[in-house]
C-alpha cells in the first residue's frame, strides 16, 4: 500500500544520504587553479556591493525567501546580449562597487573603472565575494553535494555560508538543490541521481540522456503519437492545440521524461527508447548544449544532465555567475570555457 511505497523511498532516500557522504568525504581536496593566487583571491573579499536590490530585481528574485522553480516544463528568459561588469564609483578606492549589465560600448564610458566579470547578465552570485569562492573550489560538486543531504533547510543555509557564498547566492544554490533531489515526477533528478552515485562527471557515451531536448523524442515517435491520439481521440478544430493532442503529448513526454512505462500496460506496442528527456528551454532554445549530451569528451553522467536540464536554467538566470561564464576551469570538463584573470581588485 501507500505505506510500504513511503517506507521504501524513506528507506532509498537514507541510503543514498550515506553512501554520498562518504563519496563526498572522500574528495575534500580543493586548491587554488594557477591563475589566481591566495593574495589575489582574499582581495575579492569584503568589499561592499551597492546595488545588490537592483541585482535581486533583475533576475526576478527580489523576495529571495520565495522559491523561483515552477513546475515542469518552462522556458526560462536569459539575458545574453550584455555581460556582467563591476563597476567601481571611485576610482581610486575600490572597496565599494556595483553590478552593471553592460556591453563593450557602454563599459567604455566608465573610463577604466568597469570590468568584464562574467559573460552574461549579473545575477545574486555575481559578487566578488562569490567569485572567490567559484575560484577557490574548482569542484563544488561534492562540498554542495554535501549541503544537499542535509535534511532541514536552515541546515542547508547554514553548509552553503560556510563554504563562503553570501546569503543570496546560497538562497539559489539552496533552491537548486532542493530541486534536484526532488523526484522525477515533482521536476526533480532523485533516482537518476541516486542509480549513477558511483559515475564519473563525465562519461563519453551512453543512451540515457536527460539532456536531449524532449522533442527529438516525440518527432522520432511520431508513430506512437499517433496511436496515443487514436486511443484518446483525435485533435479537434483548434488543431494540435486542442485537449486530446495535449493529453496524448503529455503523457508522451511522462514516458520520455522518467521512463517509468506506466502506459506499457495501455499500449500494445514496445516502449520507445527513453532518450529524449529534457522539456525545458533557455529563450526558446534547449537547456543543454549538444556536447552535454552527445557521445564525446564532454558529455556529462546522466545524473548532471539531469540537473542541467531540470535545475539548471532557473540557476544560470538568478544566479548569472557560473565558473563556465567566469572563464574558471572546474573538475567538470564543458566546452567553450576560456580562461579570464580576475585582477580588477
Not at 48 to 55: A, G, K, T, W
Not at 141 to 147: A, L
Not at 154 to 173: A, E, H, K, P, V
Not at 202 to 219: A, T
Request: net charge neutral; hydrophobic share 30%; aromatic share 8%.
Amino acid at each position: 500500500g501507500v505505506s510500504i511505497y513511503k517506507m521504501r523511498q524513506a528507506w532509498a532516500f537514507n541510503l543514498a544520504l550515506i553512501v554520498l557522504f562518504v563519496l563526498s568525504s572522500e574528495n575534500d581536496a580543493s586548491a587554488v587553479d594557477g591563475v589566481h593566487t591566495p593574495a589575489m583571491i582574499a582581495k575579492l573579499r569584503g568589499k561592499q556591493l551597492l546595488n545588490l536590490e537592483e541585482v535581486k530585481a533583475s533576475v526576478g528574485f527580489s523576495n529571495s525567501e520565495t522559491d523561483p522553480y515552477p513546475p515542469l516544463w518552462y522556458d526560462t528568459k536569459i539575458d545574453y546580449e550584455h555581460d556582467c561588469y563591476v563597476v567601481y564609483p571611485n576610482a581610486t578606492d575600490r572597496s565599494t562597487y556595483e553590478l552593471k549589465n553592460l556591453d563593450a560600448d557602454s563599459a567604455k564610458a566608465f573610463k577604466g573603472s568597469a570590468f568584464m566579470t562574467h559573460t552574461g547578465a549579473c545575477g545574486v552570485c555575481s559578487t566578488l565575494d562569490d567569485l572567490a569562492v567559484y575560484i577557490e573550489s574548482p569542484d563544488l560538486t561534492n562540498p554542495v553535494r554535501k549541503c544537499a543531504l542535509l535534511l532541514f533547510e536552515s541546515l542547508i543555509m547554514n553548509c552553503l555560508n560556510d563554504l563562503g557564498f553570501t546569503y543570496t547566492c546560497s538562497r539559489i544554490w539552496m533552491y537548486n538543490t532542493k530541486n534536484t533531489r526532488k523526484i522525477h515526477a515533482q521536476g526533480g533528478c532523485f533516482g537518476t541521481c541516486f542509480a549513477r552515485i558511483l559515475s564519473e562527471n563525465n562519461r563519453p557515451d551512453g543512451k540515457y540522456n536527460p539532456c536531449q531536448p524532449l522533442d527529438e523524442i516525440r518527432k522520432k515517435n511520431a508513430p506512437m503519437i499517433s496511436r496515443l491520439l487514436e486511443r484518446d481521440g483525435s485533435p479537434g478544430e483548434e488543431g494540435k492545440d486542442s485537449e486530446p493532442f495535449k493529453t496524448s503529448a503529455t503523457a508522451v513526454g511522462a514516458v520520455c521524461a522518467d521512463g517509468s512505462g506506466d502506459d506499457r500496460q495501455k499500449e500494445p506496442y514496445e516502449e520507445p527508447e527513453t532518450e529524449g528527456q529534457c522539456g525545458n528551454t533557455i529563450n526558446g532554445k534547449p537547456a543543454c548544449d549538444e556536447s552535454q549530451w552527445r557521445p564525446g569528451p564532454r558529455r556529462l553522467n546522466a545524473c548532471l544532465q539531469c540537473d542541467e536540464c531540470r535545475s539548471g536554467p532557473i540557476f544560470q538566470k538568478v544566479a548569472g555567475r557560473t565558473r563556465r561564464a567566469s572563464g574558471i576551469v572546474s573538475a567538470i570538463s564543458r566546452a567553450g570555457v576560456k580562461a579570464r584573470k580576475h585582477d580588477y581588485v
